[in-house]
């Protein structure tokens, strides 16, 4: 089934007002004014399932006013790809984004596809063990294009864009913008948490996405080190260290926990707010501030704590997070600290069974909790425009609950819990309502002739199996492993045999041939390269699950067949899109093989997007009419610059939907 409800909420929504029945008046298309919001993986299915039972009466204003349509999103449907369709109004051709992962073919790496820091033009000057910078490295965001906002801007519209995806470092703005999906925890990565534990048989260690450590004990105090970023300083760069004191009471089930700036009394099962953690990069002269969350687990008979990946604290911004730079920070000042990094929701820590599915959605409602506050704050702000204004908001709560309360909620999912709580099941749809309430809350601020959009980047899909696409490519004799070959699950491509492979896959969704040329260690010549691609790409659709009897792919796509634009020569030769039920495993998306083709997905990560465009479409709902009847991502960036009268950018081909 592909009915996937998901998130926990700790209140009631009913009673708490956003849910008024008046009816709302179709918005006039070419007005002064409107509000989109951004649902990440909003699905069109579970949509209409929750419409028809009623409940969802925010939503249902909306479309009797201006309509639903099913939103065709990009192919792959991976969110950096498909928001930036939004963004730019162009396809992966042209903005050159085409998987969360892009891959150089002259080191055979891959790389993060939406950022980079470039290193400084002159090298550091070196005494003894110190390194001081004559220059600075620069993060530079690689989504090509031009931003629909710019061009709105351009023609005097007030913009103000929360949390777009794909928009790290954010794209200088006249108002205001604040990054999100793509923005790095303190560390500089995607997000790493730390997990502290008094445990005699604890292994400390590091798991994806987080590390384990045992506490040092100082007679009844317990020391949390916590990682930071590195020490550029140095030669060696080590990591900065932030110190958390630990003074557990388990007569009472409470700690005093001691920060850089304050103290803390915490209840086991309890999670604290932000908690400042300053990291000293030059003795007395210099810290670098961040901030984060901890959640006391449990004071008897061991204690453990959670402590979030630490983020860029929006009050003292030790990097750019918003244009203006100050624009964060005045945020900050209205509604208190927020999540910075790209995706707040710790689904490492889910995955690594440090946290439990239900401690996972209580820290899942403590970031829609502040999402709740910025929108509130901004609808104030918004409200009080008078002009040509435009608002995106963005949610990321219904996307990251899909992904991990898949298998708790879908009992056909090969790892459904068996006896699982009500409250687990129902949370997807929990998390619908919440959503629905939000938008209520949208429609009573705002008058009448605001326009407002709904829509996603994508919808779901069921993940009941993996597919391991390079054994696949391995048994039809397409790619070769080294006799000594160890697939070594920390590498990228391990034990190829490049003399041998034709082809191999790397990323979610993305398969090359080996060029001669262009590859490394290519071997095709570039004139069979399409011939070739062709040849796997029919053989896909030929793969046939002998368990299920189901297609694994239902879509195999050569680049040429779907990509226009400057960057075409970038992509995979091959966009897999997986049916409904499958999708890449976790190992070919490190390049990796396996002895299976095929198996069950046991993993918390149990729903999934990255699939054949066709199984996880997205939704529009506004009230304006809609006039057409299967609108494009890029169709709905042209018909924002078309409600505001704003000509769109000769390389955008969409049509507006309104």
């Not at 530079?140 to 929360?162: C, H, M, P, Q, Y």
């Not at 402590?307 to 929006?314: C, D, K, T």
């Not at 590859?519 to 029919?538: S, Y």
Request: net charge negative; proline share 7%; with cysteine.
């Amino acid at each position: 089934m592909k009915d996937f409800p998901r998130v926990l909420l700790l209140f009631s929504l009913v009673g708490l007002g956003g849910c008024s029945d008046d009816p709302v008046m179709p918005a006039a298309s070419g007005g002064g004014q409107m509000i989109v919001l951004g649902v990440d993986g909003m699905d069109p299915e579970l949509l209409n399932e929750l419409l028809a039972q009623g409940e969802l009466p925010n939503v249902q204003r909306l479309i009797d006013a201006g309509g639903f349509r099913v939103l065709g999103t990009s192919n792959p449907p991976q969110s950096p790809v498909a928001w930036s369709n939004l963004i730019t109004g162009l396809n992966p051709g042209g903005h050159g984004l085409f998987d969360f992962l892009a891959f150089d073919r002259t080191n055979l790496r891959p790389y993060l596809s939406a950022s980079a820091v470039r290193s400084a033009s002159r090298g550091p000057l070196e005494i003894g063990d110190w390194r001081i910078p004559l220059g600075s490295d620069e993060t530079v965001l690689l989504r090509k294009g031009k931003a629909f906002w710019e061009l709105l801007e351009n023609s005097g519209v007030d913009v103000t864009i929360v949390r777009m995806p794909a928009n790290y470092p954010p794209v200088p703005s006249r108002g205001d913008s604040l990054s999100g999906m793509g923005t790095p925890d303190l560390r500089g990565t995607s997000g790493t948490f730390t997990y502290f534990s008094t445990r005699t048989a604890f292994q400390p260690g590091e798991v994806s996405g987080g590390e384990l450590k045992r506490f040092e004990v100082r007679g009844d105090r317990l020391i949390a080190k916590i990682a930071g970023p590195e020490n550029g300083l140095r030669s060696s760069s080590p990591a900065l260290t932030a110190t958390l004191e630990v003074v557990p009471d388990p007569d009472h089930g409470i700690a005093l926990i001691r920060g850089a700036s304050r103290e803390l009394l915490v209840q086991a099962g309890e999670w604290t707010d932000w908690v400042e953690v300053e990291f000293e990069l030059l003795p007395v002269m210099a810290n670098i501030p961040g901030m984060v969350r901890l959640y006391l687990r449990s004071v008897h008979p061991e204690t453990e704590l959670y402590v979030s990946p630490v983020n860029i604290n929006p009050l003292r911004p030790a990097q750019v997070i918003s244009s203006p730079e100050t624009y964060a920070t005045r945020l900050a000042e209205a509604v208190g600290p927020f999540y910075t990094e790209e995706m707040p929701e710790d689904t490492k820590a889910l995955s690594a069974h440090i946290l439990s599915p239900v401690e996972f959605l209580a820290q899942s409602d403590l970031v829609m909790g502040e999402t709740r506050r910025m929108l509130d704050y901004e609808l104030r702000r918004f409200v009080d425009k008078r002009g040509a204004a435009f608002l995106f908001f963005y949610f990321s709560s219904v996307d990251q609950r899909h992904h991990m309360m898949g298998r708790h909620v879908d009992t056909e999912h090969p790892a459904h819990p068996p006896n699982t709580a009500s409250t687990t099941m129902d949370s997807m749809r929990s998390t619908y309502r919440e959503i629905d309430f939000l938008i209520g809350r949208v429609l009573e601020r705002v008058g009448g002739d605001v326009a407002v959009v709904v829509m996603s980047d994508h919808g779901f899909s069921n993940f009941y199996r993996e597919a391991h696409l390079n054994a696949w490519l391995q048994e039809a004799g397409y790619l070769v492993l080294r006799e000594d070959a160890a697939n070594d699950p920390e590498e990228w491509l391990p034990g190829i045999d490049w003399s041998r492979t034709r082809a191999f896959s790397i990323g979610l969704n993305s398969l090359y041939i080996n060029v001669a040329g262009r590859e490394r260690f290519g071997i095709v010549p570039a004139a069979q390269r399409l011939d070739l691609a062709r040849e796997i790409a029919g053989r896909l659709h030929g793969w046939i699950d002998e368990t299920t009897g189901l297609p694994v792919v239902t879509r195999a796509s050569l680049r040429e067949e779907i990509y226009r634009g400057p960057f075409l020569g970038e992509a995979p030769d091959i966009v897999v899109g997986y049916g409904n039920g499958y999708r890449g495993s976790w190992a070919t998306s490190k390049g990796q093989t396996a002895q299976v083709l095929l198996e069950d997905n046991r993993d918390e990560w149990s729903a999934d997007h990255c699939v054949d465009p066709d199984v996880a479409p997205g939704v529009l709902v506004s009230n304006l009419k809609l006039t057409t009847p299967n609108p494009q991502l890029t169709d709905l960036t042209v018909g924002i610059l078309d409600h505001f009268g704003v000509a769109p950018d000769p390389a955008m081909r969409g049509t507006s939907p309104f």
